[in-house]
């Protein structure tokens, strides 16, 4: 009778708290469907939310259930995109799509409330139509430095490759998302900054529940269980 009890634990070690995310598009350009077989994002993920500046008021999650968290978005030159992008990527991913629209502007502002996970990161990707321009993206306490380089790729319809910057001095090397990590609170409020030509903005972001440490140890548990049963029934 213990064998199938242990089992019982390490499955439900497996699934309790299962990682949230909500993914948001800038809407002008390649579409992602919002439904649960379309994927697409640095943590990869379905149900993307689209909207241009009018924002969002109940983002869905990564399952498809309603959230809570509402997003907001303003930028200076309104709507731009890059012409002839297309979707899914080659690989059946729609990554691409993700850097097909943006907000165009010198400076992009991109808020987000009702957050109830209780840690979490964001990943904030950026574009423009033209490569090599530089800017920045701050979540107002870190600030990641960055010059653009999603024109040429979205145009030869190759698959996404994404490129995260982790400078803050200035350097600004070639990437297209920045990952804000280990964030609380219920609202964040997300920021880019041309620094250079007019001409780049954000093209969307992913919201990433950080598994509680207990959570975590519970996994580990289940898993070594399951490991040491398995062994056993050898």
Same mark, same amino acid.
């Given at each position: 009778m213990k064998k199938p009890i242990v089992m019982l634990l390490a499955a439900a070690a497996v699934t309790v708290h299962a990682q949230g995310i909500m993914s948001w598009k800038f809407n002008n350009g390649a579409a992602i469907p919002e439904n649960g077989t379309s994927f697409a994002g640095v943590d990869n993920a379905a149900y993307w939310n689209s909207s241009q500046t009018e924002g969002v008021a109940n983002l869905l999650a990564n399952d498809g259930s309603s959230s809570g968290v509402s997003l907001t978005f303003a930028d200076a030159y309104g709507a731009w995109g890059i012409g002839g992008a297309s979707? %899914?990527? &080659?690989? &059946?991913?729609?990554?691409?799509?993700?850097? $097909?629209?943006?907000g165009n502007g010198g400076q992009d502002t991109l808020g987000l409330s009702g957050i109830s996970f209780s840690q979490y990161n964001i990943i904030v990707?950026?574009?423009?139509? =033209?490569?090599?321009? =530089?800017?920045?993206?701050s979540d107002g306490a870190t600030t990641y430095d960055f010059t653009t380089m999603t024109r040429n790729m979205v145009n030869n319809d190759a698959n996404a490759i994404f490129t995260q910057t982790t400078d803050t001095i200035g350097a600004n090397p070639s990437a297209d998302y920045a990952v804000f990590s280990d964030l609380t609170g219920?609202? !964040? /409020?997300? /920021? =880019?900054?041309? =620094?250079?030509a007019a001409g780049l903005g954000i093209s969307g972001m !992913?919201?990433?529940?950080?598994?509680? %440490?207990?959570?975590? $140890?519970? $996994?580990?548990?289940? &898993? $070594?269980?399951?490991?040491?049963?398995?062994r056993r029934s050898k």
């Open positions: 979707a %899914p990527d &080659g690989n &059946g991913l729609y990554n691409n799509a993700i850097f $097909a629209g943006y990707y950026f574009s423009s139509d =033209t490569d090599g321009r =530089t800017g920045t993206v219920a609202s !964040q /409020t997300l /920021t =880019t900054i041309n =620094t250079g !992913q919201i990433v529940e950080v598994p509680e %440490p207990g959570t975590m $140890a519970l $996994a580990a548990l289940g &898993g $070594a269980s399951l490991l040491s049963w398995r």
